[in-house]
């Protein structure tokens, strides 16, 4: 969808769309909407989505007061937007003159209502104890006061002021003391922080976590473009962080597995989740599983690192992992791991652990071989999956990219002794019953993981 939009931005997320566009002509705002529009209608009509009208409105964000009346004519199936001066998108209520006033009101009508929770289990002789009292009041109310902080807090202090009082008011239900005692005891005895306070500290993680995330983050990428130039983003939310010094241009960029989307090209990456012929392990006789195996291993080339991976589970419900792998040069490495979950995931993460372990290696091919179809076709099709456990192993492939430029540690010094491209290595996953054949030869560890590297008696 974000492809039909041209000339206007738009934002998504799960079923919420919205489109925006800024101009000084407000004839020239409509019409660009109204042409994305018809394009988006388009693309929902292809693919059998469905826009409700009645459930979209018009909103114009401005400071001059002469247009606050203004009606937009948008349209969405024919039928004219109905316009409104206090949107909600994504939980957070939206105003025209931008001061966040509206949203406000509503968080402490919101918590107003949570406090009678409070009083309804406090009193002096009986009911719960302060320590029931407070953890009730910061998981309860204190995130409805707190949603959207990153945004609010350019609010006036007047609007700020609302929200401290529902907090001075919980702290006075948690401990039982008179209006008439100060409020930094009160809160001191509560044992909150003041919210002004607390909404400080969160923008300073906040906005760091954001510049850390480099222009993979669509807010990252503003914020790091971000110029105080323009009268009215002085008043925004990164120009307040900015008035406090809470803006580090030289925080060290940061690149999560989530970074890795399904659009990330993995051509050399193969994953083969077929036998040469078809053996159920259920029917077919064992020896005949043997030979099937084989078969697959000395197609293998010779030079290739080989790594063997199985997850299992006891009669008692434990599951664990186990890896098994030989190099030329005669080093066996064994693990074996308890992990707590499905014998799915014990799988995946044994293929995690292979893939570390051949990071140490730069032989031009790496065989990970395991007996689990289903890990095979989870990460095979992880892009129309779409979960997090696949990034976290698809991103082995982004290390070995990353290694000759320097950015793993593990791998730079193999890359500047040998001077080799290390983008040119590749992984084919093989699908076989190894179950029998490599179980004996891992190294067992009760309770707790080791890894063990050891000459091999065989060569």
């Known amino acids: 969808m974000e492809k039909m939009v041209s000339s206007c931005n738009i934002g998504l997320f799960a079923d919420d769309v919205v489109i925006w566009k800024n101009d000084k002509v407000v004839i020239k705002i409509e019409n660009s909407l109204n042409e994305n529009m018809v394009a988006i209608q388009s ?38 937007l109905e316009t409104t001066n206090s949107p909600t998108y994504l939980g957070f209520t939206l105003d025209t003159e931008i001061n966040c006033g509206k949203h406000i009101a509503k968080l402490v009508e919101k918590g107003r ?32 006061l707190e949603y959207g902080y990153q945004v609010y807090q350019v609010a006036s202090q007047t609007n700020l002021n609302k929200l401290k009082r529902v907090q001075l008011s919980a702290a006075r239900i948690i401990t039982g003391l008179r209006s008439c005692c100060p409020k930094a005891i009160v809160l001191y005895e509560a044992d909150l922080q003041p919210l002004s306070m607390r909404i400080r500290t969160n923008s300073a993680k906040y906005i760091a976590k954001l510049q850390s995330l480099g222009s993979f983050n669509r807010t990252s990428k503003f914020i790091l ?51 040469l012929s078809s053996a159920p392990k259920h ?28 997850g299992s589970k006891s009669d008692s419900g434990r599951t664990g992992s186990g890896v098994y792998a030989k190099a030329e040069d005669g080093l066996v490495f064994r693990c074996r791991f308890r992990n707590p979950g499905s014998v799915f995931r014990s799988e995946l993460l044994a293929i995690r652990e292979a893939l570390n372990f051949a990071l140490h290696f730069e032989n031009s091919d790496i065989y990970v071989l395991t007996d689990s179809k289903s890990s095979i076709q989870y990460l095979k099709n992880w892009p129309e999956i779409r979960e997090k456990p696949g990034p976290k192993l698809l991103h082995f492939r982004r290390k070995v990219e ?58």
């Open 43 to 80: 693309f929902a009509e292809e693919h059998k989505l469905n826009f409700n009208p009645a459930k979209s409105f018009t909103c114009i964000f401005t400071t001059n007061r002469h247009m606050f009346n203004l009606q937009p004519k948008m349209y969405l199936k024919g039928n004219l």
């Open 113 to 144: 209502k949570r406090l009678q929770l409070l009083k309804f289990i406090s009193g002096r002789d009986w009911g719960a104890n302060s320590g029931t009292l407070r953890m009730t009041y910061t998981a309860l109310i204190r995130p409805v």
């Open 225 to 275: 473009q971000w110029t105080n130039n323009q009268r009215l983003k002085k008043d925004s939310p990164v120009g307040v962080m900015w008035k406090r010094g809470l803006l580090d241009f030289n925080i060290e960029p940061c690149i999560p597995f989530s970074c890795l989307t399904p659009n990330t090209s993995l051509d050399i990456v193969s994953f083969n989740d077929q036998l």
């Open 283 to 310: 029917t077919q006789n064992p020896e005949m599983m043997r030979q099937l195996s084989l078969e697959l291993i000395n197609n293998i080339p010779s030079q290739a690192l080989v790594l063997y991976t199985d």
């Open 402 to 459: 990353f290694a000759s430029n320097g950015f793993h540690p593990m791998l730079e010094y193999l890359a500047m002794r040998r001077q080799t491209c290390l983008r040119k290595r590749e992984v084919l996953f093989l699908l076989h019953p190894l179950r029998k054949l490599h179980v004996r030869n891992i190294f067992y560890s009760k309770g707790y993981s080791k890894f063990c590297l050891e000459k091999s008696s065989h060569t």
